[in-house]
């Protein structure tokens, strides 16, 4: 497995006597608009989560087992958690000393752990999980227990550390593997692989993996009485769906279009990154996400328009362009939702042929034209700005216009497979193009991403 690191460089700092020195925790990452979201000084390898779950009571009993490298001599650390009550914290096994503060834990070990190592840390915890105001956004995130008793997870940018000890931010991605105690009949939903359901008595416990690393804002937990669905999809990835009891037949075509979508943006992007995905249905509040791409499981609401076909194909593509790949710094959110963004598009055209897919950039332009934001610096507390989506796919389009189709999607599949399961900025993605292309695109990039004014796309005769 391929994982790129970026940022969780070692420090070694020597005292006088040659030997180091050691450090208190970094309560942040230092990405560009969030800098205290994430926290420095480790590694987060592997999430082991084993939560019991009252969903009537919307109340957990939890315990997080973490394994970390520690990437600089460290007399102490922090992880990103919320709310909930502490029972006891160990690291290696030792009880170690904690305090709490807003959103962060900071943990002090009984001895320091030294610029290499690797160690266990596991968290006991209780209470009842609320969600939590989104970084970037005017919408709550994380934990939501609905009136029905049903629970969902979505957590862009910052929810995860609602309901689960967390180094929040996508640049330390790990792998995963949850066990999750439910009463009969409720079912769990959660990311990657369910590996065993264990049968005791009133009590089912669900056991997922998930082997590829994963930012934490895609890690999603979803409990309710739901009815499965599993088919084989393209290249022996299994598709499983999750829908309410009584879901409509009228509602099922965009999902039903998963599997041909998956072997189209196989061919575009290339390989499919994960072993599964699918569909969950969650009873999401109209007035905020209508869909989330929660790795290998996307999230849609129960409605015609989160379940059309431009929004699965949005959600799918998000596997490739955010989730395998992930973002550096959430700043440029243009890169991962302009790719899904452009992504439904190109299955529009796939569909409907090339004039539809004209008739839809000339359409946006010309709403885009009126818009003065800039996708490379969006504002902070709203990085879900229209521009952000629509005029980052046309950043996109215009690039396919000037390198022509074969390059295009080189550029595409080679900055996929360079990144894959790690994380990538701007910059990253220019660069690509400009050495799969041999053009030099600094200036096309400049004028799409930093000009307020939208620059002309010559090909098809538009300009402002």
């Not at 595409?412 to 041999?438: E, H, M, P, W």
Request: glycine content about 8%; some cysteine.
């Amino acid at each position: 497995m391929y994982r790129l690191r970026v940022l969780l460089i070692p420090i070694l700092i020597l005292t006088s006597c040659g030997q180091p020195k050691y450090l208190e925790g970094q309560d942040g990452l230092g990405d560009t608009y969030f800098p205290q979201l994430g926290n420095a000084g480790y590694d987060a390898q592997h999430y082991s989560l084993v939560l019991e779950v009252d969903p009537l009571e919307n109340y957990i009993i939890g315990k997080a087992t973490i394994d970390i490298e520690v990437t600089q001599p460290l007399k102490s650390f922090n992880l990103d958690f919320i709310g909930l009550m502490i029972d006891k914290v160990s690291v290696g096994g030792v009880p170690a000393n904690f305090l709490r503060a807003d959103r962060e834990l900071t943990i002090k070990p009984s001895q320091p752990l030294r610029e290499g190592g690797a160690y266990t840390v596991q968290i006991d915890y209780h209470g009842s999980p609320q969600p939590t105001l989104s970084l970037g956004g005017w919408f709550d995130v994380g934990w939501f227990h609905t009136p029905e008793n049903e629970i969902y997870v979505t957590s862009e940018t910052s929810g995860a550390a609602s309901w689960y000890p967390v180094n929040d931010h996508p640049l330390d991605k790990a792998t995963y593997s949850f066990e999750i105690s439910v009463p009969n009949p409720y079912v769990v939903a959660a990311n990657g692989i369910l590996e065993e359901v264990i049968y005791s008595g009133d009590v089912i416990t669900y056991l997922w993996s998930a082997e590829e690393p994963m930012a934490s804002y895609l890690v999603t937990l979803n409990i309710a009485e739901y009815v499965v669905e599993t088919t084989a999809g393209t290249d022996g990835v299994i598709i499983r769906n999750y829908f309410p009891d009584g879901f409509p037949d009228s509602l099922r075509h965009g999902i039903d279009q998963t599997s041909q979508m998956m072997a189209f943006f196989i061919d575009k992007f290339g390989t499919y990154p994960f072993a599964a995905y699918g569909t969950v249905i969650v009873d999401m509040p109209d007035e905020t996400f209508i869909a989330m791409e929660t790795q290998t499981l996307s999230q849609h609401a129960e409605s015609t328009f989160a379940l059309s076909e431009s929004i699965i194909a949005h959600e799918l593509a998000h596997q490739w362009f955010g989730n395998s790949v992930s973002l550096k710094n959430w700043q440029d959110m243009w890169l991962k939702e302009g790719a899904a963004r452009y992504a439904e598009w190109l299955w529009e055209e796939a569909q409907h042929g090339e004039e539809a897919l004209n008739k839809r950039v000339r359409g946006v332009y010309q709403l885009q034209a009126w818009s003065s934001h800039v996708i490379s610096s969006p504002p902070q507390d709203n990085l879900y700005i229209d521009a952000i989506y629509n005029r980052g796919a046309l950043t996109f389009h215009a690039l396919r216009l000037r390198v022509g189709d074969k390059i295009f999607f080189e550029i595409l599949q080679t900055y996929l497979d360079k990144y894959r399961y790690g994380n990538a900025g701007a910059s990253d993605f220019i660069q690509i193009a400009q050495d799969v292309s041999g053009q030099d695109l600094e200036e096309f990039f400049e004028n799409w991403l930093s000009s307020k004014a939208i620059p002309p796309i010559p090909e098809m005769g538009l300009d402002i």
